[in-house]
């Protein structure tokens, strides 16, 4: 059996945690209706409308990427446009998906600090251009937490609300690390989200512990016609979907989903405080959720890499980026440190 030691690149790169493996392996017994007519997905749906303290609809796909796409495009004709920040995910690392899915709908890019949109940015670019020649902003796309890992306050969320009421636009929200930003803000899901003005959600299963399988949900029912058919065109439709929905009722029936986002932020905040004493190491955002970015030298850099640490320096406004998962150990994080600590010295 190949042990591949912890590393730091992505929280994707952390293992299935039990509580979703528990359930999969439940949901394997026996033979069950398949394209998400089974027990599981229904009662998964169900948890997240508890959760959410709403009647929502929610769908399963693969992956986030063909999450965040397929519902833009569920938002979007091909001549409108998507107001996100320059360094979104939806931007920088989904290969055009978003424009192909909706058959062309243009993201348009807005700035802000740490990662974040902010009222004036978007009404900039909404009042930019109104002629025919130009594609209609048609939504904001926010993702919570940034991937500058960053949090959007309520009050943030609501000044954004406000222009999206003014301009007749829809909001999406990327929650790629949506459970770790409920956790760090200590607010309800249904708070920083449709009680904020989002109309849909992509809330991320895999980096909070399951194998693959994220959620759209739709607070605003009437977007989420015939999702369904949009989600099997794109080959998103997966016929055994138990073994998608049953390892997020894991997650949620038993409070993982919390309790994984809860250690990976500790765990983040540790490695902080660790690289807060080392001399040469700049920390670059402010941390509030489960990633640390910090500017290091070229020479640290390198030395890290030889000794087989795997991390990223494309994310966002440059330096790296350490990311923590739910399976991170501090004495991992420890070893990071003193490698570090090595090659400054």
Known sequence: MVNNPEQFASDNYSGICPEALEYMLKANAGSSPAY?????????????????ETDCE??????????????????????????????????????????????????????????????????????KRADIHFPKP??????????LGTLYSIDELLAIKAVAQ????????????????????NKTPAEITWKSGVDVLCFC?????????????FFNKSLAEDFAYRCKQAGQLASKMR???????????????????RHANECAEYLENQLLNIEGVEILFPRQVNGVFVQLSEHTIN?????????????GAGGVRFMCSWGTTKERIDELVADIKTSIA
Not at 85 to 99: F, L, M, Q, R, Y
Not at 138 to 147: C, Y
Not at 243 to 261: D, K, Q, V, Y
């Open 58 to 127: 929610v769908f399963f796909v693969f992956n986030g990427t063909a999450a965040n796409s397929l519902s833009l495009a569920a938002l979007c004709q091909s001549y409108h446009s998507v107001i996100c920040h320059e360094v979104a995910h939806i931007e920088t690392d989904e290969c055009g998906a978003p424009e192909f899915a909706s058959n062309g709908s243009k993201l348009l890019l807005a700035k802000g600090e740490v990662g974040k949109l902010n009222p004036a940015s978007v009404e900039a670019i909404v009042s």
């Open 138 to 147: 048609k939504v904001i796309s926010l993702t919570q937490a940034t991937e």
């Open 243 to 261: 073994f998608i929905s049953a390892p997020w009722l894991g997650l949620l029936e038993t409070g993982a989903w919390l309790r994984n986002a």
């Open 36 to 52: 998400g007519n089974d027990e599981w997905t229904q009662k998964a749906s169900d948890y997240f409308r508890q959760i959410f």
């Open 205 to 217: 299963g895999t980096k909070n512990g399951t194998a693959m399988g994220e959620a759209i949900i």
């Open 303 to 315: 030395q890290l890499r030889a000794k087989n640490w795997q991390f990223y320096t494309f994310i």
């Open 166 to 185: 003014k301009y007749n636009l829809k909001i999406h929200m990327d929650g790629a690390r949506f459970a770790n930003a409920v956790v760090a803000m």
